[in-house]
């Protein structure tokens, strides 16, 4: 695997590395503190847990498979808690099927990298990740009709009752509510909502609507997701 080029405006964020293999550990450490981050090491899922609340990392890489507690476990745990349930997290694992994508995602996870990977596009990763979080900082509260996003606890009410939302779908209804009436392509939304950099079929958006949809319609608000024919969908608060 290349190493990432030095960064000659380095960066100041800190970079949790959570991986049992050390030697690619080692190899993922080397390669962002050339890129000018700081980084921090956690072989399990319980230290990696204790440095996250001790240290606040501003991104964690996190391994699929580890002994004891799965990454994907501890990435579920992350988003219940309200303190970390933002807290950036690229998964890392050799498993490259579709299928485990979309599970790694729906964990929670901002991007999902298989191994082997470059160390470069590692790198160029952390940093979009990175991006999309620091472009997201913004903490008022959305509001349509009966819907509210409180975006400091992650949490949204329907007619003034909670609704039930994955991480997945949380993000692609911040999204949707951040940029309401417009039209967006299934490909749009993937880049928007799950990043540019994932591989994943078009239709997995179509299955997180219908969730997103059943989610709200206890609180009459799955017609706010409209079906654009022969583009996509659209958040809309007009029939």
């Given at each position: 695997m290349e190493h990432a080029p030095m960064n000659t405006a380095a960066d100041?964020?800190?970079?949790?590395?959570?991986?049992?293999?050390h030697a690619i550990a080692d190899m993922i450490c080397t390669s962002l503190e050339l890129a000018g981050f700081h980084c921090l090491r956690a072989d399990n899922a319980q230290q990696a847990h204790a440095l996250i609340i001790d240290e606040k990392p501003d991104l964690v890489l996190l391994d699929w498979?580890?002994?004891?507690?799965?990454?994907?476990?501890?990435?579920?745990?992350l988003r219940r808690h309200e303190l970390t349930a933002r807290l950036p997290l690229i998964m890392l694992t050799a498993k490259g099927e579709e299928d485990n994508r979309i599970q790694g995602l729906d964990a929670g996870a901002d991007d999902y990298i298989t191994k082997p990977f470059s160390t470069r596009e590692l790198t160029a990763?952390?940093?979009?990740?990175?991006?999309?979080?620091?472009?997201t900082?913004?903490?008022?509260?959305?509001?349509a009709g009966s819907l509210t996003m409180?975006?400091?606890?992650?949490?949204?009410?329907?007619?003034?009752?909670?609704?039930?939302?994955?991480?997945?779908?949380?993000?692609?209804?911040?999204?949707?509510?951040?940029?309401?009436?417009r039209a967006y392509t299934r490909a749009q939304l993937l880049d928007h909502v799950w990043?540019?950099?994932v591989y994943i079929d078009e239709r997995?958006?179509?299955?997180?609507?219908?969730?997103?949809?059943?989610?709200?319609?206890?609180?009459n608000n799955d017609a706010l997701i409209q079906t654009v024919r022969g583009t996509g969908y659209r958040f809309s608060t007009h029939n």
């Open positions: 100041t964020a800190t970079i949790l590395v959570v991986d049992d293999e498979m580890m002994p004891g507690t799965s990454g994907l476990e501890l990435a579920r745990r990763r952390v940093k979009a990740v990175l991006r999309r979080s620091s472009t900082e913004n903490e008022e509260p959305l509001i409180d975006r400091v606890s992650r949490r949204a009410l329907g007619d003034g009752k909670p609704v039930e939302l994955g991480p997945t779908e949380y993000r692609l209804l911040e999204f949707f509510m951040s940029h309401p009436e990043g540019g950099n997995t958006v179509d299955v997180h609507i219908r969730r997103l949809r059943k989610a709200l319609e206890p609180s």
